[in-house]
């Protein structure tokens, strides 16, 4: 026999709306104790100084930054805003002559020294060599372009077309 029903087998519609009253307020009631359990188990509305945006910086601040022989140093502080990452390690060449192998230290290496996401490295005629076959011209369209996963200029946007083509020139000398 339910609670719903009377003893007499008849259906008890005051009985079964209390039953759902108090079912209804159990849930409300475990939904709130869970709510502050969930927010209780977190700090960050304790602590006012863990949502500065100082706080916020240093704790989303990168753990190394690299730094190119040859080029410019990377500051080794936490609490500043980290800059771009090419920013901070690629410079652009200065007015005159263009050194190809300065442009390729600062922009190229990184990616063409250990042939990462598919670039040929410098000095694998084999990797070279179809890309030869295609002329200068293709190439340089290619730096300055960009193609596939290497970005236009690899990724130094304020370099020169002459400092790319130099580079380019650089690791062609060094992959014949």
Request: aromatic letters at 2%; charged letters at 15%; hydrophobic letters at 45%.
């Amino acid at each position: 026999m339910s609670h719903a029903e009377s003893p007499g087998g008849k259906s008890n519609p005051v009985g079964m709306a209390i039953a759902i009253a108090v079912g209804t307020l159990m849930l409300v009631v475990g939904i709130i104790l869970l709510a502050k359990y969930a927010v209780g188990t977190h700090s960050v509305g304790k602590d006012t100084k863990a949502a500065t945006p100082e706080a916020v910086t240093e704790r989303i601040a990168p753990v190394a930054k690299l730094a190119v022989e040859g080029g410019p140093a990377v500051a080794a502080s936490v609490s500043a805003p980290p800059a771009p990452a090419v920013a901070s390690v690629v410079s652009t060449a200065p007015a005159g002559k263009v050194d190809g192998k300065s442009t390729y230290d600062t922009a190229c290496l990184a990616c063409h020294a250990a042939g990462v996401a598919g670039a040929p490295k410098v000095g694998d005629k084999l990797a070279w060599g179809a890309r030869i076959k295609a002329g200068n011209a293709a190439l340089y369209a290619a730096a300055i372009k960009g193609k596939g996963a290497m970005p236009a200029k690899g990724g130094n946007t304020t370099l020169s077309d002459e400092a790319v083509k130099a580079a380019v020139d650089y690791m062609l000398a060094q992959s014949k």
